[in-house]
T-cell receptor, first 114, second 113 residues
Framework: GAGVSQSPSNKVTEKGKDVELRCDPI?????LYWYRQSLGQGLEFLIY????????KSGLPSDRFSAERTGGSVSTLTIQRTQQEDSAVYLC????????????FGSGTRLTVV | GESVGLHLPTLSVQEGDNSIINCAYS??????FIWYKQESGKGPQFIID?????DKRQGQRVTVLLNKTVKHLSLQIAATQPGDSAVYFCAESYSGGYQKVTFGTGTKLQVIP
């Protein structure tokens, strides 16, 4: 597609439930990133996929968070047993190369855990 | 650890004036810097970037200045317009290793009509 697409745009879930957030990167972009943005905060790195290399999961805050990228394209971020502190905007970005050049962000998924 | 911080969380500027948004970075090994603009309800949008072998780079109405001596980055917006109202993030990365981009907290720019 023309841009990075994220779905859903908004998600309200009950504490303890699992959620899946989806990211469709720009076609041909080999790098895909997930960030989390809490209200009034900067962007917190979560995970990075680059081609067929093992993903960098160093930013995942706990083992409740996981992500996968199928076929080098679509990515899913899963949060298990959601907690209220997981409430944030989850942003996905893709890039044609490593360095963040040409980073294109999606509009994000606003997750609210009640 | 790495950190990128902004000096002013909110900046109010009269329409037509020039805006200057500042950023300090702590990783002296960082060699690539980016400014992003984030409008309400949207993801950050790339504005301009600069590599560490440059001191200045100009775009359309925007200029980025890099001072490696004091590890300072700034974004200048000429003739600020209401459409410039947004949160601006600086970001850094290092090409020598894993090239993850680290973002700062952001500065909110408010343009007064």
């Amino acid at each position: 597609g023309a841009g990075v697409s994220q779905s859903p745009s908004n998600k309200v879930t009950e504490k303890g439930k699992d959620v899946e957030l989806r990211c469709d990167p720009i076609s041909g972009h080999t790098a895909l990133y997930w960030y989390r943005q809490s209200l009034g905060q900067g962007l917190e790195f979560l995970i990075y996929f680059q081609g067929n290399s093992a993903p960098d999961k160093s930013g995942l805050p706990s083992d409740r968070f996981s992500a996968e990228r199928t076929g080098g394209s679509v990515s899913t971020l899963t949060i298990q047993r959601t907690q209220q502190e997981d409430s944030a905007v989850y942003l996905c970005a893709s890039s044609p190369m490593f360095r963040g050049e040409g980073y294109t962000f999606g509009s994000g998924t606003r997750l609210t855990v009640v | 650890g790495e950190s990128v911080g902004l000096h002013l969380p909110t900046l109010s500027v009269q329409e037509g004036d020039n805006s200057i948004i500042n950023c300090a970075y702590s990783n002296s090994a960082s060699d690539y810097f980016i400014w992003y603009k984030q409008e309400s309800g949207k993801g950050p949008q790339f504005i301009i970037d600069i590599r560490s072998n440059m001191d200045k780079r100009q775009g359309q109405r925007v200029t980025v200045l890099l001072n490696k001596t004091v590890k300072h980055l700034s974004l200048q917006i000429a003739a600020t317009q209401p459409g410039d109202s947004a949160v601006y993030f600086c970001a850094e990365s290092y090409s020598g290793g894993y090239q993850k981009v680290t973002f700062g907290t952001g500065t909110k720019l408010q343009v007064i009509p």
